[in-house]
């Protein structure tokens, strides 16, 4: 989809969007454009409201915003139009942008009409969204040039829709060589480079936790490296690090998963995540260096998985008793945390994963568990996700916890054994592999990433953290 600006409607016939912000049902004076009037008895802009109208073979929708509204909500309405009305969109859509509108409303609205082109019926005949015709061009009605913030608002929304994709395809679609090659790929579409560690790579360097994980499923395991180094003038640029579980489907190993298996193609969601920030920061050339890692592997059941009371070793040189081979995401990250900070260094480490049952059941669907040593990291991360609403609330790392990790056979064991805390002992064992990094982020996703709204009659992917962690690193 591209834009185009148009100084007014002249000759224009086609579908015409035009947010409005909350009046009342007692309004006597109508709700007026383009010379159609909408009684305040048939529309006042009530949120989450709209109506139609033809007139001077125009589709007319008025969009209801409510008296104010965050970033989230008028991404979401705008998605739901595009997504849901998508029969009236041809050649033709003009887009009114209130003159009060904000330029993170403006960036809301694009991103979310774009993102309703998304369609989950991978394996169904459909026909295209009239917004992906290569000549498309979205006419935008404003006093105010927003081009730029257009284009940005596009980029946001293509980096999310990569990540659906990712995210709600099948496990024997989406395989952990499958996204090896599309880091690659990307890579050398938005300019960064990327690093594979095949099975033997992994062996050879010293990954045997990411390695044990994998060693169940017959599909090879892939160690994602990825480094976006910017091209600016700036002396000494920042360097943020960041880490993603990749785990393609989990089975929960020998301790075999007894309810929820079916979703388990989202164990990958965290990594998905770090995928899609990297196109998304190289796309919008941050200024920002940005080192990713993403193992990713299968977790299955089969006669060389690894076994519950095995003990393991790490990259970090800590060995690991495994009490329950379901525990398996922060295995993976403890290699790509301990792989992280001995080769690239990074200033801000920030790890993401559907890590833990337990964080739901704190937060239920609303929010991602944070865990943090830094406190100024942890209000810019909170900020960053107020903004767009992709929101974050701390739990805390004390050493009260730490018990919950401790071993008698081994440094540290993978699981507390307990149900209770255990997004915290999760964080705790985590915290085990940052080798005292002194700002560093863990962030439990498991209740975010996938989920049930009005797009899908299934649960399926949000594509949480993509935007998140881009704002996150560009306002550092």
């Not at 929304?157 to 599309?182: F, G, M, R």
């Not at 796309?283 to 990713?292: K, N, S, Y």
């Not at 994963?353 to 943090?372: I, N, R």
Request: charged share 20%; aromatic share 10%; net charge negative.
């Amino acid at each position: 989809m591209k834009t185009k600006n148009i100084e007014n409607l002249e000759g224009f016939t086609g579908a015409i969007l035009i947010p409005v912000f909350e009046t009342s049902p007692q309004n006597l004076v109508p709700i007026e454009f383009h010379g159609v009037a909408v009684s305040s008895k048939v529309f006042y802009g009530k949120k989450d409201t709209y109506y139609m109208a033809e007139k001077y073979d125009c589709v007319h929708i008025f969009i209801g915003l409510g008296k104010k509204i965050d970033y989230k909500s008028l991404k979401t309405i705008a998605r739901r139009i595009a997504s849901k009305e998508k029969e009236i969109f041809a050649k033709n859509v003009a887009l009114v942008l209130p003159e009060v509108f904000t330029l993170q409303q403006v960036e809301a609205t694009i991103s979310g009409l774009f993102l309703g082109t998304y369609n989950l019926g991978h394996f169904k005949k459909k026909v295209n969204h009239a917004f992906l015709d290569p000549k498309f061009e979205l006419a935008l009605i404003s006093k105010t040039d927003h081009s730029e913030v257009a284009k940005r608002a596009i980029k946001i929304a293509k980096a999310q829709i990569e990540i659906l994709y990712l995210v709600d395809l099948p496990p024997n679609n989406i395989t952990p060589v499958y996204l090896s090659k599309w880091a690659i790929e990307c890579g050398e579409s938005y300019g960064f480079s990327t690093r594979i560690l095949n099975g033997e790579a992994s062996r050879i360097e010293g990954l045997d936790a990411f390695i044990a994980v994998g060693k169940g499923s017959e599909k090879e395991p892939q160690f994602i490296i990825m480094d976006y180094i910017p091209d600016t003038d700036i002396p000494k640029i920042k360097h943020v690090g960041l880490v993603g579980k990749g785990i393609t489907f989990d089975t929960g190993g020998l301790n075999i998963k007894t309810s929820g298996m079916l979703h388990m193609k989202c164990d990958m969601a965290g990594g998905a995540a770090v995928l899609g920030a990297m196109q998304l920061v190289a796309d919008l050339q941050l200024p920002i260096r940005v080192t990713a890692i993403v193992p990713c592997c299968e977790n299955a059941v089969d006669s060389k998985s690894f076994l519950p009371s095995d003990v393991i070793k790490s990259y970090s040189g800590s060995t690991i008793e495994i009490i329950d081979t379901d525990a398996e995401g922060r295995l993976i990250l403890a290699d790509g945390l301990s792989f992280m900070i001995k080769n690239y260094k990074p200033e801000i480490l920030v790890d993401i994963a559907t890590l833990t049952g337990s964080s739901v059941g704190t937060f239920g669907y609303e929010c991602a568990a944070l865990f943090t040593n830094d406190e100024t990291l942890s209000q810019k991360l909170q900020h960053s996700g107020d903004e767009i609403g992709e929101r974050l609330w701390p739990l805390p790392l004390w050493d009260a916890y730490k018990s919950d990790i401790e071993s008698d056979i081994a440094d540290v064991k993978n699981y507390s054994g307990k149900p209770i805390a255990g997004a915290i002992s999760a964080a705790k064992f985590l915290e085990h592999f940052t080798e005292g990094h002194t700002s560093w982020a863990h962030l439990d996703i498991a209740g975010v990433a996938f989920g049930e709204d009005e797009f899908a009659k299934s649960k399926h992917a949000t594509a949480y953290g993509v935007h998140l962690l881009t704002h996150f690193i560009e306002n550092i």
